[in-house]
């Protein structure tokens, strides 16, 4: 399975992210391009402690822990996929600023290797691997990027 700690699926990533402009369209959902950069960056965030979302109350953990094994599966995440409330970006933001707080955020997870985990818990799936959260922040970018149709 394809994760942000592979140099080739992750230098891929980056080379789709220069194909995103301040104008470029979603092709799903309600972010602008520089409103999803400023998304998939604190998703980004989550694994190393640089940001520390709040927990989900815990029925709704127990039914992340029930579909964690499909979201890391094969299949793309389905548009419009619900996320915590700390991740959503209503406010305006600059692309220019998002697109470099983007690539300083993955370069920290994705060129510091799984050692650079040091979150074993995410807000809605429970318990997770350096493995997992490489998987998952790796499909997570994609996505996004395919709603812009990079």
Not at 65 to 87: C, E, I, W, Y
Request: with cysteine; net charge positive; charged share 20%.
């Amino acid at each position: 399975m394809t994760t942000l700690f592979e140099p080739g699926p992750a230098a891929a990533l980056l080379e789709r992210l220069e194909r995103l402009t301040p104008t470029s369209q979603a092709q799903w959902g309600k972010m602008d391009v520089a409103q999803m950069l400023c998304h998939v960056t604190r998703a980004l965030q989550s694994p190393t402690g640089a940001v520390s979302p709040p927990m989900f109350p815990w029925p709704v953990r127990l039914i992340g822990r029930l579909v964690k094994r499909r979201a890391l599966g094969d299949a793309p995440f389905s548009h419009n996929s619900p996320t915590s409330p700390a991740f959503k970006v209503v406010d305006a933001r600059e692309f220019a600023v998002e697109k470099a707080g983007f690539v300083a955020a993955f370069r920290i997870l994705a060129d510091g290797g799984p050692h650079r985990v040091t979150v074993s818990e995410h807000v809605f799936f429970g318990p997770m691997t350096p493995a997992e959260w490489g998987r998952l922040m790796y499909k997570h970018i994609d996505h996004h990027f395919r709603q812009f149709g990079v």
